[in-house]
Structure formats: structure tokens, C-alpha cells
């Protein structure tokens, strides 16, 4: 399980984070508020995100807050030729379909996905099947037993870290049950899903105790609610925040990393890597001449 993660025609060794950016095929992203909603600006937006150091694609057609009911039909339209034209343009690119439900994982798969992101917590049953029976990789995340596109109320837990590790980890073993890749899973804690803002920052306090269940952890902290608490902030001005968490994330073993602005998180994990001992400097000329 700590060994190399295997996603599409990538391995990712531990030590080697791996950028996962997102482009949200939605009109309504609590980020972008719908900048790649457009096939062009999205197709767009992933040029860029490569450029700039993406390993991942996540494509996602539903936003994940309340808001206008999204069928799957209509996820599938939105997602589905974009992950073909991806794959097209990128074919070495790991690519990730953020969907809760089988439907859409199935044509998503065919489309050429290689990972399917259950930011959902197990929604639809029939989702890990989907990757068992196709190959692709699995996110297995924690919402508090929150349904697609709810907001938490008055969220408890006796230990959220706890109950976060007790979820996953029997969402991975279920997985595996069913004929998932053992290297093709990753637990989500999914912070701020189910969860308030000092939930939030005692999982990521506490991170160390779910890398150490041996599955490797994907952070989607980019811009969330409880860095903008934490910091009393707007959406737009959450950068520093989010490149903080990322690094203190990154040091204690978190291995793929959610991001909305690709290339300062690239180049905090790749610092954060250097520090490690994991990666040498790019170069090295000082006191040497």
C-alpha cells in the first residue's frame, strides 16, 4: 500500500507527490464560477495545467455545494468529450473523473479516465465495482455520512481523525474486496465535506495518523471554506493559506494534492520535496565558484 501508486501509464513513487489540477466542467464553481465551463476554456485550461506541472486531470460536471440539479445525463455531456480530448491531446496525463456515480464513471472510463474521485464517500454502491471492473484507480473520501451536494449541520465527531480513518480505510478494503488495484487506491480525509473549520485544521494537525494506515492520501484543501475561516478571507485571496496547508501536508506524507492554482503548488511541493531530501535543487551554483 506505501509503495508506487499506479494511475493510467504513471507510477508515482513514494516521496514523488503528485499534482492533481482541477477543471471544473460547471457553470456555477465556487472557485472559478464557471471559467471552464466552455469546452475551448477548458481544453484550455488543462494546456495550461500541464505546462505549468500537472500530473492529474481532475474533470469534474457537478459542483459539489447545493445549487441547479444536475442529472446524469447531463454530467456525462459535460465531462465525457472533454476527457476524450484530453486523452487525444495528452496521452501520457493521468486523467480523473470527480463523479459520486457509476453511470457517469462507466462512460468516463470508456473516455479514456484513469481514476475515478468519489469525493461522496461510497454514494452510489455500485461506483467501486465500476473500478474493479475496469482497472481504474478508486478515491475512497470521508463526508461524515453527508449526501451529494449537502452542507454539514452542526457537524461532531468523538474524533474526527478517528472517524475519518475508520471510513476510508473500510472504504479501501471494501474496494479491494470487490477486485479494485490495490496501487490504484488513495484516501481522501475530504476536508471541509461533513465537517467545520477546526475539524478541518485537526486533520491536517493530524495527518501523519491516516498516511500511517499505509494508503496513500490525496488533499483537496485548494481554497476551502476553513482556510478562508481560519484566515477570515475571501474565495480570491486564499492562495497563501492554501500553499501553507498544502506544505505542511506534503511533510507529513500526504502523496496527491488537489489544486486549483497549479504552478505555485507546484513549486511549493517541489521545495517541500528538496527539503526532504527527496528531489535535488533544479541547480546549484551557490559558494561554488
Known sequence: MAGELRLGRRGFAPGEPALMAIVNRTPDSFFDRGATFAADSALR???????????????????????????????????????????????????????WRAAVAVEAVAAGADLI????????????AVAARTGAGLVCAHTGGLRPRTRPHRAAFDD?????VETVTGLAERAVRLGVRPDGILVDPTHDFGKNTR????????LGELVATGWPVLVAVSNKDFIGETLDLPVGERLPGTLATTAVSAWLGARVFRAHQVRQTRQALDMVASIRGDRPPAVSRRALA
Do not use: C, M, Q, Y
Open 199 to 206: 475539524h478541518s485544521l485537526e486533520l491536517t494537525r493530524r
Open 117 to 128: 474521485n468519489d469525493t461522496w464517500s461510497g454514494a452510489d454502491p455500485e461506483l467501486a
Open 160 to 164: 474526527v481523525v478517528v472517524d475519518v
Open 45 to 99: 485550461a488543462v494546456e495550461t495545467a500541464v505546462a505549468d506541472g500537472a500530473d492529474i486531470i481532475d474533470i469534474g460536471g457537478v459542483k459539489a455545494g447545493p445549487g441547479d440539479p444536475v442529472d446524469a445525463a447531463e454530467e456525462i455531456r459535460r465531462t465525457v468529450p472533454t476527457i476524450a480530448a484530453v486523452r487525444a491531446a495528452f496521452p501520457e496525463v493521468v486523467i480523473s473523473i470527480d463523479t
